[in-house]
């Protein structure tokens, strides 16, 4: 195996050093990727075309923090993380003396099925805005600040570079890669598991976000119906995925879904506002296209005050379940206050929750 040489997101300190060592190691992974799969051209420059663009990656964001989120909880020291990998205690003795904490953790199959699932998560939600974006969907011109695939490449070429990024998501997580440990099965297993349903379920949620745009009189649980699955799923995913790679338990996991269902919905509820708030330059996508669609949202249905209303409650409850249980985790009832909001601002999924709340675009 040759070792990356990106900055490590195994720790956390600041969200924006966290963030940047997601994303230069992600940019290494999608080279490493795409060398791999050897795909004929033009599909191999869409493919890096759309995957190198300058996104938010909140997916893969929600991926590495709740990997690390899970790992600190579990206070996992260098043992724990390493016996995962190695069984004989000398050599792990030896590894820690002569190389310290980031060696092993280039053997640790943990930290690089993490990497896996995020970039399973961004080749998906890549691959959905290529095909949304085409004149059979929404027929939008700008993503990511730049001209979308069909307009750059041709349509033929958009649609199959969506269907290959789709493919993809799923190979990567098994796939002998240069640079990456060999796959763990038991933690590819259940990382599909939980990624295959929900990718599913993205797909349902578009047709019936189509199905929509006929009906005039939608109400707020049939639209939340709607988001659960076509913004929510991948969400769910992605929280749910990078937990596992962090060895959650099964508490730290239904805290981690409870979380997951409540950012996916505010997610959404805030995409619907920025849509009408923010300009085409700050978002890098046409500005009111939701309108120009007539499609159902939530500023349409309780406008724009009543629905940053709702996204503030709904980002609260999923700050809420990863503090119960993955901040304030002690058997302790009277575990001091302070403690915990210390905690609490050097955690990453809750670090990233804020910086979700916050974003213009």
């Not at 050599?91 to 002569?98: E, M, R």
């Not at 943990?110 to 959905?128: G, I, K, N, P, Q």
């Not at 988001?227 to 959650?248: F, Q, S, Y």
């Amino acid at each position: 195996m040759t070792v990356s040489s990106a900055p490590r997101f195994t720790s956390f300190t600041s969200f924006e050093s966290f963030s940047h060592a997601l994303r230069v190691q992600l940019a290494q992974d999608i080279d490493v990727l795409f060398a791999y799969a050897d795909l004929p051209s033009p599909l191999n420059d869409a493919c890096r075309y759309v995957m190198n663009a300058q996104g938010k990656l909140v997916r893969p964001l929600l991926v590495a923090s709740s990997f690390v989120s899970v790992n600190t909880s579990n206070k996992q020291t260098p043992n724990n993380v390493i016996n995962s990998a190695f069984s004989d205690a000398e050599a792990i003795n030896s590894i820690v003396k002569d190389n310290g904490l980031d060696a092993f953790l280039d053997a640790d199959s943990h930290f690089d099925m993490c990497r896996r699932a995020a970039l399973a998560v961004e080749l998906l939600h890549t691959y959905s805005l290529v095909h949304d974006d085409l004149p059979c969907m929404d027929d939008d011109e700008l993503r990511r600040g730049q001209p979308t695939a069909h307009i750059v490449f041709d349509e033929a070429t958009a649609l199959l570079a969506g269907d290959v990024l789709q493919t993809l998501a799923f190979e990567v997580l098994t796939a002998e890669l240069p640079t990456f440990a060999s796959f763990d099965a038991p933690i590819a297993s259940q990382l599909l598991a939980v990624f295959a349903p929900r990718a599913r379920r993205m797909v349902a949620g578009q047709m019936l976000d189509i199905n929509a745009e006929a009906t005039s009189n939608i109400t707020q649980n049939e639209l939340e119906d709607i988001h659960r699955d076509k913004t929510g799923a991948l969400i769910e995913a992605a929280i749910l995925m990078g937990g596992i790679c962090g060895g959650a338990t099964a508490p730290q996991r239904i805290a981690l879904q409870d979380c997951a269902q409540h950012i996916g919905l505010a997610f959404q509820v805030q995409d619907d506002i920025l849509d009408v708030t923010a300009s085409t330059d700050d978002l890098g996508k046409p500005a009111g296209s939701d309108e120009k669609l007539d499609k159902s949202t939530y500023v349409k249905l309780m406008g724009v005050d009543a629905a940053k209303g709702y996204a503030q409650s709904l980002f609260n409850n999923g700050r809420a379940a990863i503090i119960r249980e993955l901040i304030n985790n002690s058997d302790d009832v009277d575990s001091d206050i302070n403690d915990i909001t210390d905690n609490a601002k050097s955690n990453a999924l809750l670090e990233l929750i804020d910086w979700l709340w916050s974003r213009k675009k």
